[in-house]
Nanobody
């Protein structure tokens, strides 16, 4: 499956921004989807994940209550709504997909994912 992320940009602290990631190729509702981010000089870190059927979500503690992951299987798209953005949210955001035999499982480890998008840069100014 191929992934194309979009929606990044420059915003001020406190703003909201939604990222999108469109999947193409051999997609199905059994794909777990996730978002990761990588800040300058740091390793890639988990942000949020959602199960294939969209019923289960999981978040990194640092974004809990501010970010929301969702998916539209009819459009093969996963979203990351980010509110109350902070300068420390500045990073390249990557979406990822994990093929699975089950649609009620999410994945929070980067090593679990099979496919990665190209990343979209989000810069939050103070």
């Amino acid at each position: 499956v191929q992934l194309q992320a979009s929606g990044g940009g420059l915003v001020q602290a406190g703003a909201s921004l939604r990222l999108s990631c469109a999947a193409s190729g051999r997609t199905s509702r059994n794909y777990g989807l996730g978002w990761f981010r990588q800040a300058p000089g740091e390793e890639r870190k988990f942000v949020a994940a959602i199960s294939g059927n969209g019923a289960k979500t999981f978040y990194a503690e640092s974004v809990l209550g501010r970010f929301a992951i969702s998916r539209d299987n009819a459009k093969n798209t996963v979203y990351l709504q980010r509110n109350s953005l902070r300068p420390e949210d500045t990073a390249v955001y990557y979406c990822a997909a994990k093929g699975s035999t089950r649609d009620n499982v999410y994945y929070a480890q980067a090593v679990d994912y099979d496919s990665w998008g190209q990343g979209t840069l989000v810069t939050v100014s103070s």
